[in-house]
């Protein structure tokens, strides 16, 4: 083993030394020799060979050789354009095989042009052969990136302007590829952390548009670096937030608030600044600058560490959201970018969510009176009502989903022109737990899946209850059934429309609806069809509360969801785009929802003698009967009757599921041909 090694640096010795006669063949010979090497030793070839030995016995080498003063300028110069990405790919060996290639990386920045060593690093980062993609390759060379720029003379701006995409591109493949166990990936942020302390001690010594500039462009390096930490440092929560801690250092020197970056204002300014006439394809290194932006507050939000870093007051900067509607939807807009990020850890995305009800549960009251046109929201909404819904659906924890769906419904019923009605109580079993929340008065039970596992639940009045199984409920006054999934059964625990809420009512119908029709879940279609419900219903009582026809006028405008187009919402589950009845029991939840929805609005404008949504003309009753309700009735009774001959635990799932929707779709039925026979509901 010791000969091996011996050999294989007497060999190098021979070849470093023919450098002095012949530079250019000689150096091609080198950097082929120690490719050859490190790709042996690094692939485990040298089984019985220690790896490290070998690769310290060849940098040592090289070391000695490069301090010989015997070597002259021009052969340190030629060798300083191959040498620094043949002897990174041996720090991948061991740490202190890293130790000894980063201090041969810095011996050529310290007796070579900056400008040129600035080039040749970048061409080594983003060059790297398939096998040394790791972080060790890169941590050497990111290190002189570190030190060389400091060194640079003229250009600043421009030189930093072209280093700053090869950094980002790393760091992004490198997240890509993270292990659990790779503390490698830690140090690689804290050097590109590094490249960030450099930059900003070139700022210092700018003025005018370029440090303006430059320090726009910092912004926007930190704030990318901030997301790919965010999900690229996996192996430890807490190793993560040392770099974030670094990186909030430099907010207040790139001019960026907590306000500006959870509003995404300033990040769409500083990108502007560096941007200018480039082609946006050449920075795409910041795509996810607008991610590192909400996560940089919702850091500060998790850990005052954080938020003591980037100097910010967090508690004001609430303050400031819950009082200007304007910036607290831009808000919103800007969270779903953590909401949205498949890479993201769930701790952080259930910050994010906290945050969220931080800052609903205090908003003021705003009059959505004022002269805005807000249907320049409704692409902000409707995407962020989305990132929410992912939440909702796929987290792992019921206590996030709950929040999640909290979050949701914060943002339809709290709005300030609807006063604060009386509460009563709705009891809620799940899986054998017991769910007891204080919501609205609004006729809500839930369907359970399996018997035993799930009961409905009615309300009767204010701070009363009653119990009754599945299939038994007789009563005659407007009932939804809620499907007793887990998603649901969160939603109606909670009680309180939270992001909803904040939408002014004139855009609120549509945002729901064009969310409804672009849902591919059928429990969460179901949950936002009770959200129209309960629009409506909300709607209905205001303007029923209203003493003279003044306030009737003003009223009208909460009155927005009864219009002919909600009964596309009910067709649209009912009779899919795509033809034929729905799928079942797949789309029980959404049936249902549409089922109960459909009744509501008959039984509402029959008892009101009123036709606001067109539902009482015959030619509407006529098409829900013949198109929606028979054909459902057909399906419906004939996987019962399949589902009643077999005994497997899929068709008793089946019949459970089947159950509620068969109950509330006779009484449609019924419902329809009364009112087609002339009959009063």
Not at 87 to 114: G, H, M, N
Not at 196 to 208: E, K, M, P, T, Y
């Amino acid at each position: 083993m010791v000969a091996a090694s011996d050999a294989l640096g007497a060999a190098l010795h021979q070849t470093l030394a023919s450098c002095s006669e012949q530079v250019r063949g000689s150096i091609a010979e080198i950097v082929n020799f120690l490719n050859s090497i490190s790709d042996s030793v690094v692939a485990g070839e040298r089984e019985n060979e220690d790896p490290e030995k070998i690769a310290v016995e060849i940098l040592t080498q090289i070391h000695q050789y490069m301090a010989s003063p015997a070597v002259k300028q021009e052969v340190i110069d030629a060798l300083a354009f191959e040498l620094p990405k043949a002897v990174a790919r041996f720090a991948c060996v061991s740490t202190k095989c890293l130790e000894i290639a980063e201090d041969l990386v810095y011996w050529f920045i310290e007796r070579c042009s900056p400008r040129d060593m600035l080039s040749i690093l970048c061409e080594a980062i983003g060059s790297p052969s398939e096998l040394f993609t790791v972080p060790g390759y890169f941590i050497p060379l990111l290190g002189g990136l570190m030190k060389v720029l400091v060194l640079i003379q003229r250009r600043h701006y421009q030189q930093v302007k072209s280093a700053v995409p090869v950094i980002l591109n790393v760091l992004k493949t490198m997240c890509s590829t993270s292990d659990d166990e790779d503390t490698d990936h830690e140090k690689l942020f804290h050097k590109a952390t590094g490249i960030a302390c450099s930059i900003r001690s070139i700022c210092v010594n700018l003025d005018g548009e370029d440090k303006k500039k430059l320090r726009a462009l910092l912004g926007l390096y930190v704030l990318q670096i901030m997301a790919l930490a965010s999900f690229g440092i996996t192996s430890d929560i807490l190793k993560c937030l040392s770099v974030v801690v670094e990186l909030s250092d430099f907010l207040q020197h790139c001019e960026l608030s907590y306000v500006g970056l959870i509003t995404g204002y300033e990040v769409d300014t500083i990108y502007k600044l560096v941007v200018e006439d480039d082609s946006k394809d050449d920075m795409d290194c910041f795509s996810q600058a607008k991610l590192g932006a909400a996560l940089a507050v919702i850091w500060g939000f998790k850990a005052s560490e954080v938020a003591t870093a980037a100097k910010a007051d967090l508690p004001v900067v609430i303050m400031e959201l819950q009082g200007n509607w304007a910036r607290r939807c831009e808000a919103i807009g800007m969270l779903k970018y953590i909401f949205l990020c498949a890479n993201l850890p769930w701790e952080l995305k259930q910050q994010g969510i906290r945050f969220l009800l931080r800052v609903m549960d205090g908003i003021v009251s705003h009059s959505y009176d004022d002269p805005v046109d807000y249907s320049m929201y409704m692409p902000t909404w409707y995407t962020s009502l989305q990132a929410v819904e992912m939440v909702i659906m796929y987290a792992p924890d019921s206590a996030l989903r709950k929040d999640a769906f909290s979050a949701f419904k914060k943002v339809t019923s709290s709005f300030s022109r609807i006063p604060r009605l009386n509460k009563q109580v709705i009891v809620i079993v799940v899986n054998g737990a017991l769910w007891r929340a204080r919501l609205s008065p609004f006729v809500a039970c839930g369907a359970g899946l399996r018997p035993g596992v799930a009961m409905v639940r009615a309300f009767v009045s204010p701070g009363l209850f009653r119990i009754t199984p599945v299939g038994i409920l007789t009563l005659s006054l407007p009932l939804l059934l809620i499907p007793c999934t887990t998603a649901a059964a969160v939603a109606y625990s909670l009680g309180r429309h939270q992001v909803l809420a904040d939408i002014p009512t004139s855009v609120r119908f549509d945002v729901l609806r064009a969310l409804i029709k672009n849902s591919d879940s059928s429990s969460m279609i179901g949950i936002l069809l009770d959200c129209v419900k309960e629009e409506m219903r909300m709607g209905k009582i205001e303007r029923n509360s209203s003493a003279d026809a003044v306030l009737n006028s003003k009223v009208s405008q909460s009155t927005d969801f009864w219009n002919p187009s909600v009964l596309e919402l009910v067709e649209v589950v009912l009779r899919p785009p795509k033809g034929g009845p729905p799928s079942l029991p797949q789309s029980s939840d959404a049936v249902l929802s549409a089922l109960n929805l459909y009744r509501f609005i008959l039984i509402t404008e029959s008892s009101g003698n009123s036709n606001s949504t067109g539902i009482l003309s015959k030619d509407k009753l006529q098409k829900a009967y013949n198109e929606w309700l028979l054909p459902l009735r057909t399906l419906v009774t004939g996987i019962m009757a399949e589902s009643q001959n077999d005994y497997e635990n899929l068709a008793c799932d089946t019949i459970c599921a089947l159950n509620p929707v068969e109950l509330v779709l006779y009484r449609c039925i019924e419902l329809v041909e009364e009112k087609l026979n002339g009959g009063v509901l």
